[in-house]
């Protein structure tokens, strides 16, 4: 209901992952998100008219998702080491928990007043401020542009589904949602061969020469091997 800015807080994400293909990986994000809810928009209006509160109210979420990635550049052209930006969709499922309602705001809502005492007792709100935990749902696109061969910058763009009374309030639908927009960074960690992204294997004329005289020169020997005369010892008796 509220303005978009309004409503907006801060929010932290931490995610690990691999891609095991060009166009394919998997990925683990854990993340604290400060939320912020409204009460409906004709009790919100009225509030905001008495001077004392705007009708909307903080909470935080702690969430864990598993997430599938698809490279949409990689899926659609052929993968290239140098190709500066790339797009990634992802879809996956998680758990969070809901915690640190602001009580102060939510008596209000359930009792407000205004500034001279007068009592709204036709327009109350009730939000349920106990600690819950829900399953939640979610679908992506990260935006993400190399810088070095180690670091990238990312915009991370999330819809998340969940369960209507992830906000404390339950209307009389059964899910409910809430939108995402983070951005941050990328660190690639080397491999064992010190490989920070995946790479082609390059043969150039030579290693295939070395490689077929090897094959040569080991048929030989096994020819020569088999070709060795054998001496035949003859008893008579």
């Known amino acids: 209901y509220g303005n978009f800015l309004d409503m907006s807080r801060p929010s932290f994400e931490f995610t690990v992952g691999k891609f095991f293909y060009p166009q394919f990986g998997l990925r683990l994000s854990l993340s604290y998100l400060n939320q912020k809810g409204r009460a409906n928009w004709e009790i919100a209006d009225i509030l905001d008219q008495t001077g004392m509160y705007d009708g909307n109210y903080d909470f935080s979420m702690a969430c864990a998702f598993v997430d599938g990635m698809l490279n949409f550049h990689n899926m659609f ?7 500066k930006f790339n797009l990634i969709a992802y879809f996956g499922l998680g758990y969070f928990r809901t915690f640190g309602f602001d009580q102060d705001k939510l008596d209000y809502l359930a009792d407000p007043w205004d500034r001279s005492g007068t009592k709204y007792n036709a327009h109350r709100y009730y939000v349920d401020g106990k600690n819950r935990n829900y399953f939640a749902g979610h679908a992506g696109l990260i935006a993400l542009y190399q810088i070095t061969e180690a670091w990238d910058i990312n915009v991370d763009m999330s819809f998340n589904g969940t369960d209507d009374a992830y906000n404390g309030v339950r209307y009389r639908r059964v899910y409910d949602s809430y939108v995402n927009i983070m951005a941050g960074v990328t660190y690639h960690i080397p491999d064992t061969s010190g490989k920070r992204r995946l790479k082609y294997t390059h043969y150039t004329d030579q290693d295939v020469v070395t490689v077929l005289n090897r094959q ?18 003859e008893e008579n008796v």
């Open 77 to 83: 052209w052929k993968y290239r080491e140098d190709r």
């Open 216 to 233: 040569i020169y080991e048929t030989q020997d096994s020819l020569e091997q088999a070709m060795k005369p054998v001496d035949k010892i």
